[in-house]
């Protein structure tokens, strides 16, 4: 599967978020990575999750939800996660609104405080996604109704050394939609090595084929008919180009 990776730049709220496109025709899924910071969406850790998505079949999006501007201004803007939440859905009205992405299901990815504002989105558009993911992070920055009230399903990939198990855990605890638990022998994905964040973005991808809807066959039109051109003689050579 040959990929065009395109640079984007998405407008919302004022002010403009950065992201990388990777996508071919055929495609199973769009599958949204999405970072609470500005850093650059081609960097190491970004690209190894990427590009084990895309080697399971998927078009990747890798998304800031912040711009440069808002992270040098307040350092604390990656936990405002309404914000956040709120810079999700704009990303998927987005992709809603690309020809070449219009039609594919759409699986959410996510790391640090991303992943609360990925299942606050989802709790509240739920029609714009088929599944998430989310990479360690802080789910329960979500809030308990978001969680309680998400209908998405739904993977928590935790390091076994995390910190923050006992919230994840009780986040966790608060879903009723289809779920998942799954432990690496690692600690926070922010500080992970390259064989554990290939190893988690694996499993987020083996969660995504499971639990997205599958992508509805192309239906490709015949070109109609001009009732007023003439039959072209079977026994005519093609036409050669000059």
């Excluded at 395109?6 to 978020?17: F, V």
């Excluded at 939440?85 to 640090?112: M, Y």
Aim: negative net charge; proline residues 10%; aromatic residues 4%.
């Amino acid at each position: 599967m040959k990929l065009r990776h395109t640079l984007i730049s998405l407008p919302t709220e004022g002010i403009w978020l950065d992201g990388l496109l990777s996508h071919a025709p055929d495609v199973r899924a769009l599958a949204i990575i999405l970072q609470p910071n500005a850093h650059h969406p081609a960097r190491a850790r970004e690209s190894l999750i990427a590009a084990t998505l895309q080697e399971a079949g998927f078009a990747t999006l890798t998304m800031n939800l912040l711009s440069h501007y808002e992270e040098s201004r307040d350092p604390d803007a990656h936990f405002n996660v309404p914000l956040l939440a709120n810079r999700v859905l704009a990303t998927a009205d987005w992709v809603l609104h690309q020809p070449p992405l219009i039609g594919l299901p759409i699986g959410l990815v996510s790391l640090g405080t991303a992943s609360g504002a990925a299942i606050r989105a989802a709790a509240k558009s739920p029609e714009c996604f088929g599944a998430l993911a989310c990479l360690g992070g802080r789910p329960d920055l979500a809030g308990a109704a978001p969680l309680r009230t998400l209908v998405r399903p739904v993977s928590f990939i935790v390091g076994s050394r995390d910190e923050g198990l006992e919230m994840l855990r009780q986040a966790y605890d608060l879903i009723t939609a289809t779920r998942s638990w799954k432990t690496l022998n690692t600690g926070d994905f922010s500080h992970a090595d390259d064989t554990d964040i290939h190893a988690g973005a694996r499993l987020a991808a083996e969660w995504l084929i499971a639990h997205l809807p599958e992508r509805p066959p192309a239906i490709i039109e015949p070109p109609a008919a001009d009732a007023d051109a003439p039959l072209a003689s079977p026994s005519a050579p093609p036409h050669q180009p000059d």
